[in-house]
């Protein structure tokens, strides 16, 4: 299952308010191992529509609030930049 099939799954209505939704990955060490890794960061988020490999936010699950986390393998393998 996709993130947002999770969201639907877990959350009350599916909603889920993100956290530091602003932030994307950057690449201080300039690393390219045949490909640059900021193309790599910009294909996956094309990809997937997610800025980075970890969603976080708030919602509610039986009108509870709660913190809410998913890690997204798909999005480079999982693969946790700077953010």
Do not use: C, T
């Not at 969603?55 to 953010?83: N, T």
Request: aromatic share 10%.
């Amino acid at each position: 299952m996709g993130p947002g099939e999770w969201q639907k799954l877990l959350l009350d209505d599916g909603k889920l308010n993100l956290w530091d939704e602003h932030l994307a990955p950057a690449d201080p060490l300039l690393f390219n191992d045949g490909k640059s890794y900021k193309d790599r960061v910009k294909g996956a988020q094309e990809k997937n529509r997610l800025n980075d490999a970890m969603q976080i936010g708030h919602g509610k699950i039986d009108g509870q609030e709660v913190g809410y986390g998913l890690f997204v393998f798909r999005f480079m393998g999982g693969s946790m930049g700077s953010v």
